[in-house]
Each structure stands twice: as structure tokens, then as C-alpha cells.
């Protein structure tokens, strides 16, 4: 149960005779078993055994941990996916649905970004992407997402952000992203803006009852919801890109 020696190896000795001292080894988490009486090279060996499947084992937990990191996280930046966002979304819903409070859901994306790797190229291109994916991850708190939604977009979800907080909340992050220039390995520097489109849900109207908890997977109504929250967002940012960038656009739905 202790967190540091959960995956010993663990060799009981015991006296040959007592077979009941055995099966209590056994049954409590011992890796093996070798009598009192086994000459040395006999314990050696059962140790040096150990060894080598402990270390295979620990080789194969740490390669599956990579593959589910890799599975839920952007290689490039280090986000989480687009995949994982889905799916942290829905359980955000899931989870407004029952308490009521609400969310809010930005989308931002890199301005005039094609120009970027046109100029600069796709080395450094990929460096502004790193770069303002740090940014954002730096300004939010830990309960936040922010996934790399493709190319060059970002998704960021904060929960418990009503209406009255989400504009500002989107500003401040826009500023902090844009306010200081990239500074290039080589010295040059890199100034970068974004738009941000942003709505909210959650917000159960007064004297309306918690929904029902629904399963593991989410419900059909969830995402829905998902679905109308993230078109609100994107069309946010369209309207943010049309009136000039570099700004922020609020979309509310109804609750």
C-alpha cells in the first residue's frame, strides 16, 4: 500500500518444514520463496532473478506510461490533445450538470501565423508554438485544460468562470501571451498576437433540479452540449479575427 515499495521484490526465507510460514508468504506479496537451508549460490540466483524482473517490470510500466502520455498529449508542445480535451469537456458538463456551476471555454488561435513560417520558417514557427503554449499553461490554474486544438489553436476551459469573469479572464491571457515578444535562439525577437473566442455554460437556472449523474461514457445530451459550446467559441474567434485580431469576443448560449 506504501507508495515506495509497492513493487519490491521481496524473498521470504523460512524453514523448510513449515509450509503454512510459505502460503502466508505467498498469499501476503512475496516475489519467491527459498528455505533456510538453500545453500548460497541457490540464494544468489533466486535474488539475481528478482532483480532482473523487477527491472523488466519496471521497464514495461514506464513504457506503458509513456504510450498513455503520449496518447492523451500533443508531442510538440506538451499539451494535452484534442482527444483528452473532448473528453475532460464532457466530464466538466457532466459535472455542471449536478452542482450547476458554470464554465467557461476559450478558443484562441496565433495570429497571421502562416506569415510567421512564410518568414521565419517552420523551425521557429514550432518555436512560437512551444513558446506561447508555455504562456498559457504558466497563466492559468491547475484545475484549467489547455489542449492544442490543431495547427495553430489553442482550447482552454476554466471551470467554475461564469459570464462576468470569462471576458476578462480571456483578456488577461490574450495580453500575457501578446505584451512580450518571442526572443529567438539567435536573438531575434518575434512579436505575436492571438484572438481569443470565448462562451460559457453551465448556470442552472434557479429552482431547477441537479440532472441525473449519467455514466463513464458521456451522454448523448453532453455531447451536444460540447458540440454547441465549442461552434459558439470558434465563432467567437472568427468574429475576433474579423474586427481586427488581437482581441477577444464573448458568444453567450443559453442556460
Known amino acids: 500500500a506504501r507508495d515506495h515499495s509497492r513493487h519490491a521484490a521481496i524473498l521470504v526465507m523460512h524453514r523448510s518444514e513449515d509450509c503454512q510460514a510459505a502460503i502466508t508468504a505467498l498469499t501476503s506479496g512475496a516475489s519467491d520463496l527459498v528455505g533456510t537451508d538453500a545453500l548460497s549460490d541457490e540464494i544468489v540466483h533466486r535474488?539475481?532473478?528478482?532483480?532482473?524482473?523487477?527491472?523488466?517490470?519496471?521497464?514495461?510500466?514506464?513504457n506503458t506510461e509513456s504510450s498513455m502520455r503520449l496518447a492523451a498529449t500533443d508531442p510538440l508542445t506538451g499539451l494535452y490533445n484534442r482527444r483528452y480535451a473532448d473528453r475532460y469537456?464532457?466530464?466538466?458538463?457532466?459535472?455542471?450538470?449536478?452542482?450547476?456551476?458554470?464554465?467557461?471555454?476559450?478558443?484562441?488561435?496565433?495570429?497571421?501565423?502562416?506569415?510567421?513560417?512564410d518568414t521565419y520558417g517552420h523551425a521557429v514557427g514550432d518555436v512560437i508554438l512551444r513558446t506561447i503554449a508555455s504562456r498559457i499553461s504558466d497563466n492559468l490554474r491547475s484545475i484549467d485544460?489547455?489542449?492544442?486544438?490543431?495547427?495553430?489553436?489553442?482550447?482552454?476551459?476554466?471551470?467554475?468562470?461564469?459570464?462576468e469573469r470569462a471576458g476578462p479572464a480571456a483578456n488577461r491571457l490574450r495580453a500575457k501571451?501578446?505584451?512580450?515578444?518571442?526572443?529567438?535562439?539567435?536573438?531575434?525577437?518575434?512579436?505575436?498576437t492571438v484572438s481569443v473566442g470565448v462562451t460559457v455554460g453551465g448556470a442552472r437556472r434557479p429552482g431547477a433540479?441537479?440532472?441525473a449523474k449519467s455514466a463513464v461514457t458521456p451522454s448523448r445530451t453532453e455531447s451536444t452540449m460540447a458540440d454547441t459550446l465549442l461552434r459558439l467559441a470558434d465563432g467567437a474567434l472568427y468574429?475576433?479575427?474579423?474586427?481586427?485580431?488581437?482581441?477577444?469576443?464573448?458568444?453567450?448560449?443559453?442556460?
Open 47 to 62: 535474488v539475481q532473478s528478482l532483480v532482473r524482473r523487477k527491472s523488466d517490470a519496471y521497464d514495461l510500466r514506464r
Open 89 to 117: 469537456l464532457s466530464d466538466v458538463i457532466q459535472n455542471s450538470n449536478i452542482t450547476g456551476q458554470p464554465f467557461a471555454v476559450m478558443m484562441a488561435d496565433i495570429d497571421h501565423f502562416k506569415s510567421v513560417n
Open 145 to 163: 485544460l489547455v489542449a492544442r486544438f490543431g495547427g495553430e489553436e489553442f482550447l482552454v476551459v476554466m471551470p467554475g468562470t461564469d459570464a
Open 177 to 192: 501571451i501578446c505584451d512580450d515578444p518571442i526572443v529567438l535562439e539567435d536573438g531575434r525577437e518575434v512579436t505575436v
Open 209 to 211: 433540479p441537479p440532472a
Open 239 to 255: 468574429c475576433a479575427k474579423a474586427a481586427g485580431r488581437n482581441r477577444v469576443e464573448v458568444a453567450l448560449t443559453p442556460v
